[in-house]
């Protein structure tokens, strides 16, 4: 008899997200443990208890999701899981912490499904961030070249050297002071698309300088939350072409986005040694939009 799912929900907040929560359920678990406010030290015990109350033959039905607001907070969580897990005691595990993961690789795939990749060049604005990061890795492991945009060339820099830790070649990774409006405008001029990664509210591209970019295939603004961070692209855009560019709002990006989460959510149960992070919800990613390609 196969023994029911549960996910075990490790959040680094003080109150799990429910969020998180109601979208494990759709993705078909059964039984959810929601755990809030762990820290690394908490991580052994909790994870001692999905790895031996089964036998390792069931541990398939075990799994672990890591999120929270918090990235940074997230990954030393799931490094601490990781690290506990030995043969044959494994359980499989889901980073997503903010939904960084599955939406950098849902926005890079609507931008895919209009231009290739490999050998293009992007601007990524607010690229400081945990979403931003993983859209300039996604991009460069693609083949792209990428502007990583900053307020200052040194955060930049700096993001750039994160960015590279994670096996992605620096050479990919261009230096960009976004509010420089001359480097900002000469790195769009021969850009085919940009992707606004922002602090909610925050506006990082005006409409005049959208409009001058006209190489431009794809515009993508992950904000939600008034004003726009990229002028003139709607929240609810899909696709919504505009002088020759797609442009995509943070809702447009959201629906795949949701496939993606619960999707990752239900592979856990396939096996007990997967381990999900952004290069893992990219190809979950692929695979629905392969499948939406084949059924049209």
Do not use: W
């Not at 799912?5 to 494990?24: E, G, M, P």
């Not at 929601?34 to 398939?60: F, I």
């Not at 494994?90 to 599955?102: K, T």
């Not at 795949?256 to 190809?283: G, Y």
Request: glycine fraction near 10%; hydrophobic fraction near 45%.
């Amino acid at each position: 008899m196969a023994k029911q799912k549960i996910l075990i929900q490790l959040d680094t907040d003080a109150h799990a997200s429910v969020f998180d929560a109601v979208v494990a359920i759709d993705a078909g678990v059964e039984h959810l443990l929601q755990y809030s406010n762990v820290k690394p030290e908490d991580v052994r015990g909790l994870v001692h208890g999905a790895m031996y109350t089964r036998g390792p033959g069931d541990l398939n039905s075990t799994a672990i999701f890591v999120g929270g607001s918090s990235v940074a907070h997230g990954e030393a969580i799931a490094a601490a899981a990781r690290d506990t897990l030995f043969d044959p005691f494994r359980v499989s595990i889901m980073l997503d912490s903010n939904g960084a993961n599955s939406t950098a690789a849902a926005a890079v795939l609507c931008a895919n499904s209009h231009m290739d990749l490999a050998g293009s060049t992007s601007v990524v604005l607010g690229a400081t961030g945990p979403v931003g990061q993983r859209v300039c890795r996604i991009l460069a492991n693609a083949g792209g070249r990428v502007y990583v945009g900053s307020r200052t060339l040194e955060r930049s820099k700096e993001t750039i050297i994160q960015i590279a830790n994670a096996n992605v070649d620096a050479e990919r990774l261009l230096m960009l002071e976004s509010e420089e409006n001359d480097a900002l405008e000469a790195a769009l001029s021969h850009s085919q698309a940009v992707f606004a990664c922002g602090a909610a509210g925050v506006r990082l591209l005006p409409t005049i300088q959208l409009i001058r970019a006209r190489s431009l295939r794809v515009a993508i603004d992950l904000n939600a939350v008034p004003p726009a961070g990229i002028e003139g692209i709607g929240v609810m855009d899909k696709g919504v072409e505009r002088s020759g560019r797609f442009d995509y709002g943070a809702l447009g990006v959201g629906g795949l986005k949701m496939k993606i989460h619960k999707a990752s959510v239900a592979s856990l149960f396939e096996t007990n040694t997967r381990f999900l992070d952004c290069d893992e919800m990219l190809t979950i990613g692929k695979d629905i939009m392969a499948r939406r390609t084949f059924a049209t």
